[in-house]
């Protein structure tokens, strides 16, 4: 059995998409079925198609990774939300609930 630390729910223009989920093997990011049979579903991003198998890997996913800010907006959130600058999901859990673009990522328990 994994154990996550850390879940979000991800949102494409405002509608829940899927789950990113921080394990102790890594990441886990699953559409949700109701989302993939719903009318015109658009994939998260081009590196994560959708499909009903969950993608896994060791390290945040490229894709999430890149809607974290960068430089001196970075520094800005580090220093107000006094988190680690190497604790992405972190960071993405702080910082996109309201990104630029269709995907939103909030924190488990937090309303949309």
Not at 12 to 29: H, M, R, S
């Amino acid at each position: 059995m994994r154990g996550v630390f850390r879940k979000a729910a991800v949102y494409v223009q405002d509608i829940k998409a899927g789950t990113l989920e921080e394990t102790d093997e890594g990441y886990i990011y699953t559409y949700d079925t109701d989302y993939i049979c719903g009318d015109n579903p658009v994939a998260v991003s081009l590196t994560l198609p959708i499909r009903e198998e969950s993608y896994r890997s060791p390290s945040l996913f490229p894709f999430f990774d890149g809607l974290i800010p960068e430089g001196w907006l970075l520094n800005v959130i580090v220093h107000n939300w006094k988190t680690d600058i190497n604790d992405r999901f972190g960071l993405l859990l702080i910082s996109c609930r309201d990104c630029i673009g269709d995907v939103s990522i909030i924190p488990e328990g937090v309303a949309k």
